[in-house]
Nanobody, 121 residues
Framework: QVQLVESGGGLVQAGGSLRLSCAASGSIFSITNMGWYRQSPGQQRELVANSASGGNTNYADSVKGRFTISRDNAKSTVYLQMNSLKPEDTAVYYC???????????????WGQGTQVTVSS
């Protein structure tokens, strides 16, 4: 069973930091893009940051300079280091990845279960 397992959310004061982790598990042949999205109540899910297998990264304007995405390909894991957190960063954060499961013929999109990040003012 291929899946994404997230960890690292929680409650933090404004100005603080959190680090999210997302590990892909199961029989995986290959991974391309890995990234993070977030969704606040009543809002659409939005891209926070993503990382291509070749190393290119992309960030939402609202998090540039504060968040850093990184990945450890040997561990099939993507991280999101979040610094200088603001109350408006409060959301459920979802890991997203395109995985090629063993026995399949291409990449499929997978989502993690979501982890709550709450930033108090």
């Amino acid at each position: 069973q291929v899946q994404l397992v997230e960890s690292g959310g929680g409650l933090v004061q404004a100005g603080g930091s959190l680090r999210l982790s997302c590990a892909a598990s199961g029989s995986i042949f290959s991974i391309t893009n890995m990234g993070w999205y977030r969704q606040s109540p009543g809002q659409q899910r939005e891209l926070v940051a993503n990382s291509a297998s070749g190393g290119n990264t992309n960030y939402a304007d609202s998090v540039k300079g504060r968040f850093t995405i990184s990945r450890d390909n040997a561990k099939s894991t993507v991280y999101l280091q979040m610094n200088s957190l603001k109350p408006e960063d409060t959301a459920v954060y979802y890991c997203n990845a395109y995985l090629w499961p063993v026995g399949k013929s291409g990449y499929y999109e997978y989502w993690g279960q979501g982890t709550q990040v709450t930033v108090s003012s």
